[in-house]
């Protein structure tokens, strides 16, 4: 199974930018997918998921009204639409997937935004 994230990039305040996990090597069916992310110095931070059963979405409150999490069963592909990014958004994004029996994690993409 291999995540792969794309879409990161440097972008000013207030600018937007959607992030991209390709999953291959399985089907797309997961307990749950999400996103998180960790800035220098932190720890790792979940930033929004959805589950595989129906489709719930759940935000952390530093991205509520901002970001958009998402996914294309077609595409085997999830994203991330973050709008109004803001200088403390700079951080590494990564992109989980939880499944029956394992945990599986993409090598990260980095987000940076100027203030």
Known sequence: V???ESGGGLVQAGGSLRLSCVVSGTTFSFNTMGWYRQAPGKQ???VAFITGR???IKYM???K???TISRDNAKN???LE???LEPEDTAVYYCNAVGFLDVYWGQGTQVTVSS
Do not use: K
């Open 77 to 79: 592909t999830m994203y």
């Open 44 to 46: 790792r931070e979940l």
């Open 61 to 63: 409150d530093f991205v």
């Open 82 to 84: 973050m709008n109004s």
């Open 54 to 56: 129906d489709g719930s």
């Open 2 to 4: 291999q995540l792969v």
């Open 65 to 67: 009204g901002r970001f």
